[in-house]
């Protein structure tokens, strides 16, 4: 299931405040909407791991913004909270 498109929006807040023009300029000639779809199907895994986002935007590579791969892969690199012990 894809990530819903409220949290995409958030993502793209964030992206576009910390980067401006080089992160949305990426897309001038898309259209925005199937840019979110896309991220948001890219991203459906981190649904149950919403602490991956955070941890991914928190640690944004300062030079350049993040195409959705780079960003899933930030994500996915998150410390995993310790499972509970049997």
């Known amino acids: 299931m ?4 409220t949290w995409i929006d958030r993502i ?5 405040v910390t980067y401006g023009h080089a992160f949305l300029g990426r897309w001038r000639d898309v259209d925005l909407d199937a840019v979110k779809n ?3 199907d ?4 981190l649904s149950t791991f919403p602490q991956g986002i955070a941890y991914a935007l928190e640690n944004l590579d300062h030079e ?3 195409t959705v791969l780079m ?5 996915l ?3 995993r909270p310790d499972l509970p012990r049997c």
Do not use: V
Not at 2 to 5: A, I, Y
Not at 12 to 16: S, V
Not at 71 to 75: C, H, I, N, P, Y
């Open 77 to 79: 690199r998150a410390p």
């Open 64 to 66: 350049k913004p993040p």
């Open 2 to 5: 894809s990530l819903p498109l």
């Open 71 to 75: 960003f899933k892969a930030l994500a």
């Open 42 to 45: 890219q991203l459906s895994g």
């Open 12 to 16: 793209f807040e964030k992206l576009t």
């Open 38 to 40: 896309d991220w948001a």
